[in-house]
């Protein structure tokens, strides 16, 4: 897991109170608890931007998202952010939209024409989609106060989002005509963009970096205008501008970075990430963005080795020890896996349960379910992931447990049925307790929702033949190894199935001597059970004395465990009977 160490500087809050009627108060000082992700209106003036400066206030009306959430100790703070400004925020200064609306509505009654209660009012129906109220309330602030840019530039945004481009670049141009502004330019280029203007639009975006250089969103709407118009030239061109103009702003190549990994050029993004680690050295951020990106594009042995060399530059820095520790789990080495995770669980308490949940996985990849059940469970108490109750599950179906297997897998599907590998999972056990009709269900579900390994339909083919649909498990176990030709189980179970089928309009001998041939190829003639299925096809088609000289081969290469029904089926070959399933 990636972990980004952010410090934000506290913003001071001048609280100013825009209005405080005995009918608002509640609302204004109401407790509300906000969540990341949520949208809010900030309710009250003079909320500073994070920089300080008292020109740039987060304006009465304004809607924005919650970024994250912290108590302050006396309440609740949220961290905003608007362009290139961010910070903490009181919460009794913000409220939900709908909330926020019924805050300014109640204050216009005592105020109908208070100018900036008009403005929130607007804003707040525009945050939350009614649009013709939104323009009404935008048109009667402007026929009073027509020269006020503000309320021009906002109405024209709100004509955007309504789909009337035509009025909105009016207001845009007339904008311009007054005043040249960045700000103006990137919107009226927003707005040729949605007319497919697209060279107005580049014009604009242009125009803006000039006027105002130092403002990345001059640069990022170019930006994604070019990727949007499919010109990787152009993008790579204009994020280049921008790490030139914010050389110490490792942001910026970061998002080239990125852009270079999508066009495949691997060995750019590496170069952009090796710098930004040499601009901030002692950020455990960057070299983890560089080590990711290594493993990410597949260099699994230099992954390994820079997530080592983290583990020795920052040592308690958990995020490295389980990266290297996963990846040395996908490469079978588990030992040094959980000496990983070990050291990952005893750095970090926060996320521990987490790091249990991945060091439960390396032990059911170990074999070890009992061990794993452990880890697990302390995951699951402390947050039950889905993920965890299914890994638990599978290792209790390891165990025998399978009460209890049944019991996680069907936790997880009734809260999410799409859950496809616990739904996988259940089927096997449904299968291994001869519940084979409900087996078929799952297995149906999964195929009928794309699910269409090889695997899937092995599977559901041995629960047909199960409930005796033997043309069902012919076609199933066809399909397996046409998806898998190679695959040793699949030939076998099938040449079995095509030479001892009841049914004799199915059997189809040629066939399964050719596929017993080719498993008994590539075992090397060292697996007498897959000899015998090679007997029963020779038997199949007649050949009994091929058939014999088989099975004396096969008892000659197999356990103790398939001896006694090879014997069986030898003595009917010597009879010149071959062998029919039941």
Same mark, same amino acid.
């Given at each position: 897991?990636? =972990? ?9 809050? /001048?609280?100013?109170?825009?209005? #405080?009627?005995? @009918?608002?108060?509640?609302? %204004? ?25 008292? &020109? ?41 939209? &709908?909330?926020?609306? $019924? ?74 005509? $007054? ?32 006027? +105002? ?6 640069? %990022? ?8 118009? +499919?010109?990787? *030239? ?15 702003? =490792? ?17 750019? /993004? ?19 963005? %560089? ?33 290297? @520790?996963? #990846?040395? +789990?996908?490469? @079978? ?5 959980? !000496? ?26 170990? @074999? ?6 452990? *880890? ?10 889905? !993920? ?24 997880? %599907? ?7 590998? /616990?739904?996988?999972?259940? /089927? ?6 001869? &519940?084979?009709? =409900?087996?078929?269900? !799952? ?49 076998? !179970? ?8 009841? &049914? ?70 010597? +009879? ?7």
């Amino acid at each position: 897991m990636e =972990s980004t160490t952010m410090v934000y500087k506290k913003i001071a809050l /001048a609280a100013i109170l825009l209005f #405080l009627s005995v @009918g608002c108060e509640q609302l %204004l000082y109401g407790q509300a608890i906000y969540s990341p992700g949520e949208r809010i209106i900030i309710v009250a003036e003079g909320v500073n931007s994070p920089d300080g400066k008292s &020109d740039h206030p987060f304006w009465v009306g304004l809607a924005l998202e919650v970024l994250q959430t912290r108590d302050s100790g006396s309440g609740q703070e949220l961290l905003l952010s608007h362009f290139d400004r961010q910070g903490w925020v009181d919460a009794k200064f913000v409220r939900k939209p &709908d909330d926020a609306l $019924k805050l300014f509505e109640k204050a216009l009654e005592q105020s109908p024409e208070q100018e900036n209660l008009l403005f929130a009012k607007s804003l707040a129906l525009w945050e939350l989609n009614r649009l013709p109220e939104a323009l009404q309330t935008f048109d009667r602030l402007l026929e009073r106060f027509p020269e006020n840019n503000a309320y021009r530039n906002e109405r024209a945004g709100c004509l955007m989002s309504a789909g009337e481009f035509s009025k909105a670049l009016a207001d845009f141009d007339e904008l311009i005509a $007054k005043v040249d502004k960045a700000e103006s330019r990137i919107n009226r280029g927003l707005c040729r963009q949605a007319m497919g203007n697209i060279t107005g639009a580049r014009e604009d975006f242009r125009t803006a970096i000039r006027l +105002q250089p130092d403002q990345p969103q001059c640069y %990022l709407r170019l930006a994604e205008l070019e990727a949007a118009q +499919q010109n990787p *030239d152009g993008v790579i061109q204009v994020l280049g501008e921008m790490i030139s103009t914010f050389p110490q702003d =490792s942001q910026w190549r970061k998002v080239r970075a990125d852009y270079w990994v999508r066009l495949g050029r691997l060995d750019q /993004a590496e170069v952009d990430l090796e710098k930004i680690i040499e601009l901030a050295p002692h950020e455990p951020q960057t070299h983890l963005d %560089l080590a990711t990106f290594l493993r990410d594009s597949g260099q699994i042995d230099k992954s390994i080795e820079k997530f080592s060399e983290m583990t020795t530059l920052f040592p308690d820095f958990w995020p490295a020890f389980l990266n290297r @520790g996963v #990846l040395l +789990q996908n490469q @079978g080495n588990y030992d040094r896996a959980l !000496d990983d995770l070990g050291r990952a669980i005893d750095i970090s308490e926060e996320y521990r349960h987490f790091l249990r949940y991945h060091r439960g996985c390396i032990y059911l990849d170990m @074999g070890n379910p009992s061990e794993a059940i452990l *880890d697990l469970d302390a995951c699951i108490a402390v947050e039950p992931v889905p !993920d965890a109750i299914v890994r638990r599950g599978d290792a209790y179906q390891r165990l025998g447990e399978h009460n209890a297997a049944l019991q996680d897998f069907n936790r997880v %599907l009734e809260y999410d049925a799409n859950r496809h590998f /616990a739904r996988y999972l259940r /089927a096997s056990v449904y299968r291994q307790t001869g &519940d084979a009709k =409900s087996a078929l269900t !799952d297995y149906d579900f999964l195929i009928q929702q794309g699910i269409q390994s090889d695997d899937v339909y092995y599977n559901r083919g041995h629960a047909r033949k199960t409930l005796k649909d033997w043309q069902g498990a012919i076609e199933d176990l066809t399909q397996a190894l046409t998806n898998n030709p190679e695959n040793l189980l699949y030939l076998n !179970d099938l040449a079995w199935l095509l030479a001892s089928v009841p &049914d004799p309009n199915l059997r189809e001998p040629q066939t399964a001597i050719s596929h017993a041939q080719k498993a008994c190829e590539i075992s090397k003639w060292e697996r007498g059970e897959i000899i015998d299925t090679l007997a029963v096809a020779h038997a199949a088609a007649g050949d009994f004395k091929t058939a014999v000289k088989l099975a004396d081969q096969a008892l000659e290469n197999v356990g103790e465990k398939y001896t006694q029904e090879i014997m069986a089926r030898r003595q009917l070959f010597s +009879q010149d009977k071959p062998f029919v399933l039941d």
